[in-house]
């Protein structure tokens, strides 16, 4: 079955930067657009990048684009975030999630990880 | 950006009866080309992911209990639970992924009555 399994959530002071990992497994990863998504505690749902399954096609919410960057290696099967200068704004669980057939469509969510943004 | 609007903010039904959530897009989620609806609908229980229930409107995806349908075409869309299940307690969401960037409805929590 999918599993996606996020990684590097932590606690990081405002303007210093985390990368977080996804490591999928149970699907042909090289054939999906993978996402992530973030959940300030206590709060809705908020879609952050995703990428094409052939990284050609990156697209980003406003609220990160330019300190965020997502990526992957089709080869590992993982899938990255890497975000520089982050705000008090940016705490929240973020989850890696994979496309669809249509690759907007978020089919399959992962256990998320927790980033802390505090001084 | 589409905007996605959810209503009820909250909702409380009784063990049997029925649930029903809406959500309205600030823009037609109908593709002409393939004459489907780019909408979804997610539940999220307590401390857990959200889980994919319906995609292109009316789709159940694999697994779902048949007690969950959905609705609807252009900007107007309708999640319903047609008995209410203890299980069922949890926050749904809709969200639109006819383009970028992908949004989601503030969430609908169902309660039991």
């Known amino acids: 079955q999918v599993q996606l399994v996020e990684s590097g959530g932590g606690v990081v002071q405002p303007g210093r930067s985390l990368r977080l990992s996804c490591a999928a497994s149970g699907f042909t990863f090289s054939s999906n657009g993978m996402h992530w998504v973030r959940q300030a505690p206590g709060k809705g749902l908020e879609w952050v990048a995703v990428?094409?399954?052939?990284?050609?096609?990156?697209y980003y919410a406003d609220s990160v684009k330019g300190r965020f960057s997502i990526s992957r290696d089709n080869s590992k099967n993982t899938l990255d975030l890497q975000m520089n200068g982050l705000r008090a704004e940016d705490t929240a669980v973020y989850y890696c999630?994979?496309?669809?057939?249509?690759?907007?469509?978020?089919?399959?969510w992962g256990q998320g990880t927790l980033v802390t943004v505090s001084s | 950006d589409i905007v996605m609007t959810q209503s009820p903010d909250s909702l409380a039904v009784s063990l049997g009866e029925r649930a029903t959530i809406n959500c309205k897009s600030s823009?037609?989620?109908?593709?002409?080309?393939?004459?489907?609806?780019?909408l979804a609908w997610y539940q999220q229980k307590p401390g857990q992911p959200p889980k994919l229930l319906i995609s292109?409107?009316?789709t159940r995806e694999s697994g779902v209990p048949d007690r969950f349908s959905g609705s609807g075409s252009g900007t107007d869309f309708t999640l319903t639970i047609s008995s209410l299940h203890a299980e069922d307690v949890a926050i749904y969401y809709c969200q639109q992924y006819f383009n970028s960037p992908i949004t989601f409805g503030q969430g609908t929590r169902l309660e039991i009555k």
């Open positions: 292109w409107a009316s």
């Open positions: 999630a994979k496309g669809g057939d249509n690759y907007f469509l978020i089919e399959c």
């Open positions: 990428i094409s399954h052939d990284i050609r096609t990156k």
């Open positions: 823009q037609s989620l109908l593709y002409s080309s393939n004459n489907k609806n780019f």
